[in-house]
């Protein structure tokens, strides 16, 4: 099966780490995100992926070229902006006229069952299927208003807190049968959602299909760490991951889970972890005290300095003895001076040099 990803969004809130790189390649406990998405898609079956994409579309095909794991990678690149659903028509031909595909939001992670989404599809006659996963608040997506235990009845695209009547949101997976393509313009921007879902709705053709399993939506900084956490308890729950070509002093030591990708250097008496993510060739010197935080590759953090629940970007570089706390964000190749601490709540634009230190919630620009 062939699997559409939309991945064309700006990523907005979080900017600015999103200015210089796609939300599909946010390192995820040490991979980027679309690795983890094709790795689930390639278990339940699909071995072709097309990645409808806007912007920066050379970076995604730098890092995945045009196979990755064993599945082939399309690339179909929207001319303007078109939505949630222009991209899918503008893919028409490379997802051919003929066979059910998938479909599916880019900023989501999710161990959905897509063989037994599939039946449950076949089963129904839908010209739709969504994945559907239950919230407490529904307000900030698509709900779907149940006719009964399958069927659809009414698709609403971020209703009022009042007007959700339903907990079963749209949990931004799909399976289409090609006769969606009738459904959405060609040539301008459609939102599924509010254009396509609500009109199947009522020609009793969208079904739901229950996804009880993790779920994450990663919207904001919160999302993205959330994510993080979850993920590296996943794989580095009792024991540290260490990549090749890293070295780390036998007086280090390292709390699970904690994931250190290739070719990274720590220093002696230094503490990582728990809940630590370390990209490529990043460099720590001795004594520091880094916990609950994602370094991007490349950085380096000077002697003696303490990082907490924070996300430094690529190429940083930091002095001797300087703290980050809680929820800052240090941009791609900002140098950072001697004793400085930043935070709670920092955000420094790329390529600033800070020399000062900062103790409330800003962002320096
Ligand atoms: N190619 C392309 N072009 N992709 C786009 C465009 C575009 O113009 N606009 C958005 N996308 C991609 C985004 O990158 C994202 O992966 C997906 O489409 C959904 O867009 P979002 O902007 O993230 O929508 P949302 O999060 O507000 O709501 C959607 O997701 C919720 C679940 O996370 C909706 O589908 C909701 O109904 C759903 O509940
Ligand atoms: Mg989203």
């Known amino acids: 099966m062939k699997a559409l990803i939309l991945a064309g969004g700006y990523a907005t809130r979080l900017r600015p780490l999103s200015c210089t790189r796609p939300k599909l390649l946010f390192p995820i406990a040490g991979r980027p ?6 790795e689930n898609l390639a278990k339940e079956g699909v071995d072709e992926i097309i990645l409808a994409v806007n912007y920066m ?60 989404m599939l039946k449950a599809h076949r089963e129904t006659g839908a010209i739709v299927t969504i994945a559907l996963h239950k919230v407490e608040d529904p307000s900030r997506f698509g709900v779907a208003k149940m006719a009964n235990r399958k069927r659809i009845e009414a698709f609403i695209e971020k209703p009022r807190k009042s007007d959700a009547r339903s907990s079963w949101i ?11 393509f009738n459904y959405i313009d060609a040539g301008r921007k459609v939102s599924v959602e509010r254009e396509v879902f609500p009109i199947l709705a ?29 993920f590296l308890a996943r794989i580095s ?52 005290r880094i916990a609950r935080s994602i370094l991007f590759q490349e950085s380096k953090i000077g002697e003696l300095s303490s990082i907490d629940s924070s996300i430094v ?3 940083v570089v930091t002095g001797r003895n300087v703290k980050l706390r809680g929820g ?38």
């Open 202 to 230: 009522k020609r009793e053709k969208l079904y739901g299909f229950k996804y009880y399993g993790p779920w994450f939506d990663i919207g904001k900084f919160e999302d993205y760490m959330n994510a993080n956490h979850k």
């Open 237 to 288: 729950g009792r024991t540290p991951m260490v990549g090749n070509g890293t070295k780390v002093r036998r007086s280090t030591q390292l709390i699970p889970p904690v994931v250190i990708n290739r070719k990274v250097e720590i220093g002696d008496d230094c503490v990582i972890g728990p809940y630590v993510a370390i990209d490529d060739h990043v460099e720590i010197e001795r004594g520091s």
């Open 170 to 180: 749209n949990a931004g997976i799909y399976i289409m049968e090609p006769r969606v």
């Open 57 to 116: 579309a050379d970076l995604l095909r730098k890092h995945f070229k045009s196979r990755f794991n064993g599945i082939r990678i399309r690339y179909s690149i929207d001319p303007t902006p078109l939505g949630t659903g222009g991209p899918i028509k503008q893919a028409q031909g490379l997802l051919g006229g003929k066979g059910t595909f998938l479909a599916m939001n880019g900023d989501i992670l999710s161990e959905a069952p897509i063989k037994s």
């Open 328 to 365: 800052t964000i240090v941009s791609d190749y900002v140098s950072v001076r001697d004793n400085i601490t930043l935070g709670p709540r920092v955000i420094i634009c790329p390529y600033k040099e800070v020399d000062q230190s900062i103790l409330k919630p800003m962002s320096v620009k």
């Open 33 to 38: 995100m679309l690795e983890w998405i094709i």
């Open 313 to 315: 970007g690529e190429h």
